[in-house]
């Protein structure tokens, strides 16, 4: 067999809908003999029915043999891993040979075998007669068994090669993985349906085409004939609304069932309709993938991840790179989705090579193209879920584009056609592109966007609906710039919304590394840890991305006035009848009433219930709208949205009891500059008496450290470091500038800048050490190699608790942003479990994330505060803290502070490559900071935003410490 043929398959039957059917099946899923052959010339007389296997492996089906012992995973992003030099393939092709025992039921005639995806080309026998082939991976195929079926016994032997000339065609930024991945099935239905439903002011408009008749009994619908158009009154469905109406097609030999949803996608001047109304997509790509089963994704699995989008305020998927398995496609209709349907087309390797040789304008390609994108269509036609047929993914332009479109448009003009790959926007009925900046995306919703060269072209494109297929790349920590990306997306109407990239992380399970990405296998070609870019990790676990985008796309938002809260509704098809609204007040974190709201169900202002006094301390307002009652997607009380105000803020007395560092009875007044240290209770340095129980000295005895003391607190005199802290030995806090980078700093270019600056690697230098009413240490922090340098003075002042004041100047020419501006210190890893802190949480923030996260008291064991990103890196920031409680000390902000606390160091976690890596060691690694680098999706996108950059400038921080 030629594997470097450009035909998409032989003997295969015309591509139709998938449906329920009364019509008898056979599931051929579950176990069968497998072998594998490093090449692809293995004789085939493995195909015959008598053929001896028993020495055969077994392997389950559907799978990917690679993740069953059989050869190895492989990961790049945009790189082929063979030679690029279509159509050929290399010699070394693993090649899967699978054979499958049944029994045929009696009085069975007829039937087809339908694959629902095998990567990437399959060659089918059944009871030795070769039935066909076929490429196209993540589309179906059916054969016409019917000839060579047999009474009983029946063998059937598939033969599947990892490399082919379509897997040109395929390059789609994930695990190579080869196999039946997804249902066989020999099945005795033979129909196709194409049901048309659209709607318009209240009514809707029904039709269909096939053979038999329609019923929707609902709707009194009775022996609707083909061809026939009937218009009554219904319920439409939308993502919000996903009503469905239950409907019987019988047809010849078989009653077909299937659900109908009444929906008509439109666009009128640039703006995107769905039902009449303007459309807003809040949406989330996805690949299918399970960390043991690849992409062959269980149905359980397909079912949570919709119900995890629909509780994080996900209305839209975009099927990238290829269509799902069609039970997804079910799922999002029954629950709720809008879903861009794309093509199992990518060619995205050819672009390093200026897209010579690229499929997509190659004539030869062209019946494999056409073929993919009519499988798609007729296979998914009769979803009211897919409002769009994408063409497929960054796969450049050519004449097979245009092929592709005008096939699908002729035989599907109800849904809008989109690829991104082009952005003259030739095929497309809407513009789309990929990480465009805020300000090229502000530009685009005001109309102002850079003209094409064609006029044509450009007034055309400038009358398209625009979105973002791909944005706000969703790798390690991030992604940054959400809501500024949102508030542009619901200011000008042009814009449809777009789709985060992506939903999860594929990190395929391994014992070593925990979740394995590129390059953990041996690959010699590999794009490393790109395919960790995901909302929720490979478990399904939310990420704090997922967390944030959640609040970014709520569709409820409140606007707090004196003694009233406005209550907006940002829903596109319903009011807020379904909601219940409810109305807390806490102080410090504790809550002290709590009342329910009388919203209208079209949104608008509700009077604010009288609150009573109570303790002293931050009052806040917190006002959640839960769902009232259970809904398919999530229980009664799930929280949908959420809005905070300040109520009032206290402001405690001034201190002015400084008693700490107090002279000894024979220093000059206005203190002096020391190289000894102090002591509780010891005599002064000439054995006079000290005031207040604090006194100087030099030593403390053979091998003793000089020290400063106030009250249980101290100090190393020759480095005014602090050593121990109301009887805990610590070490710190001193200024720190670096954080082990994300892997968005590595993309922008920061964490090497950081690197070569010195950041990592700074050198503190005492200048001066004063004690007087305060003690103050004068340093100088820079790197090795370098002029620059950060001045950085601690003033201590004690009055019972320890008070820091921290300047902070920098020195010479400082261009870049610095990853952190804080202080670090260590501390007896036994000495702190569980850490409770008033502020913003539970989860961590940065400057432009963290969105999610609200004010309030929280508590978390020290592990709980680390996000366990599969590749290690800065984690675990809470932002704008007011106090937190460590073991037997608070810390205190004036105003606030950014709290980190590891069992591992920055530099440890940066050198980490995988969660193991990482051992917490005997120490605690506490930050306290002023102030963050912002995070950003330079990954796959903008940099941070310039109001997120932290620059070098003089500054002050300012800790509290008191005994817990």
Known sequence: MDLETFSPGSGRL???????????????????????????????????????????????????????????????????????DPPRVPDENPTGDYRRAFDLPEGWTGGRLRFEGAESFARVWLNGHELGFSTGSRLPVEYDAGPYLRPGRNVLAVRVHQWSAATYL??????????????????????????????????????????????????????????????LDVRPWTAETPHLYDAVVTCPGETVRLRVGFRTISIVDSVLLANGRPLLLKGVNRHEFHPEHGRAVPYETMREDVLLMKRHNVNAVRTSHYPPHPDFLDLCDELGLWVIDECDLETHGFGGFGWRGNPTDDPRYEDALLDRMRRMVERDKNHPSVIMWSLGNEAGVGRNLAVMADWTRERDPSRPLHYEGDWSCAHTDVY????????????????????????????????????????????????????????????????????????????????????????????????GNFVIDGLVFPDRTPSPGLIDLKKVFEPVTFEFGDGVVRVVNGHGFTDLSHLRFVATVQVEGETVAEHRLDVPAQGGECK???????????????????????????????????????????????????????????????????????????????????????????????????????????????TGRLVRLFGTEVEGPRLDLWRAPTDNDRADGLADKWHRLGLDRLT???????????????????????????????????????????????????????????????????????????????????????????????????????????????????????????????????????????????????????????????????????????IGTATCGPRPLPAYDLLARRTTLRLRFDRA
Do not use: K
Not at 193 to 206: I, K, M, P, W
């Open 170 to 231: 395929e390059d789609q930024d994930m695990w190579w993985l080869p196999g039946i991945f997804r249902d066989v099935t020999l099945t005795r239905s033979a129909a196709d349906v194409f049901v048309r439903a659209s709607y318009q002011d209240g009514r809707g408009t029904l039709s269909f085409d096939g053979p038999g008749t329609l019923s929707v009994p609902e709707l009194g619908v009775e022996g609707l004939e083909p061809g026939a158009e009937i218009t």
């Open 432 to 527: 789309s592109r990929m990480y465009a900046s805020h300000a090229e995306v502000e530009a685009i919703g005001r109309r102002e966007e850079d003209p094409l060269d064609d006029p044509e072209l450009d007034a055309r494109r400038r009358q398209m609906p625009f979105l973002q297929c791909e944005y706000a790349h969703a790798m390690g920590n991030g992604p940054g710039g959400l809501a500024e990306y949102q508030e542009l997306f619901e200011r000008y109407p042009r814009l449809a919304g777009g789709f985060i990239w992506e939903w999860i992380d594929h990190g395929l399970t391994h014992p070593e590394h925990g979740y394995a990405y590129g390059g953990d296998y041996g690959e010699l070609v590999h794009d």
């Open 608 to 718: 604010l219930p009288g609150f009573p006094d109570g303790p002293g301390g931050e009052r806040w307002l917190t006002v959640r709208a839960e769902l009232a009652a259970d809904e398919p997607w999530a229980p009664a009380g799930h929280e949908v949205a959420w809005g905070q105000a300040l109520l009032t803020l206290h402001d405690p007395a001034p201190n002015d009891l400084l008693t700490a560092f107090t002279r000894t009875a024979t220093e000059p007044a206005g203190g002096e500059v020391i190289d000894a240290g102090v002591v509780a209770g010891g005599e002064s340095r000439d054995g006079g008496e000290s005031r207040d129980g604090v006194g100087l000295r030099y030593g403390g005895g053979a091998g003793a450290r000089d020290e400063l003391i106030a009250g249980d607190s101290a100090f190393d005199a020759v």
């Open 14 to 84: 015309e591509p139709r809908a998938a449906f329920r059917t009364d019509a008898p099946s056979l599931d051929l899923n579950g176990t069968w003999r497998f072998r594998l052959s490093p090449t692809a010339n293995v004789p085939e007389d493995f195909a015959g029915p008598d053929y001896d296997d028993s020495g055969w492996d077994d392997l389950p089906v559907p799978s990917h043999w690679v993740l069953h012992g059989h050869g190895a995973p492989a990961y790049t992003n945009v790189v082929y891993p063979i030679p690029v």
């Open 764 to 934: 503190h230098r005492v200048d001066e050490i004063t004690a007087g009413e305060e003690l103050v240490v004068r340093t100088r922090v820079a790197p090795a190699a370098t002029n620059l340098g950060m001045l950085a003075t601690y003033r201590w002042t004690f009055d019972g608790g320890l008070r820091l004041v921290l300047d902070i100047e920098p020195e010479g020419d400082w261009r870049d942003p610095v990853a952190r501006i804080g202080v670090t210190m260590t501390l007896p890893g036994a000495a702190v479990d569980r850490v409770t802190w008033f502020g913003p949480g539970p989860g961590e923030a940065y400057p432009d994330t963290g969105m999610a996260a609200r004010v309030g008291r929280w508590s978390a064991t020290v592990e709980e505060l680390q996000t366990p990103y599969v590749r290690p890196q800065e984690n675990g920031h809470r932002a704008d803290v007011r106090w937190a409680e460590l073991g037997g000390f608070r810390v205190s902000g004036e105003p606030t502070f950014g709290l980190t606390a590891r069992r591992w160091s920055a530099a440890e976690l940066a050198a980490a490559r995988h969660r193991p890596d990482l051992v917490a060691g005997d120490r605690l690694h506490l930050h306290l900071d002023l102030a963050h680098q912002g």
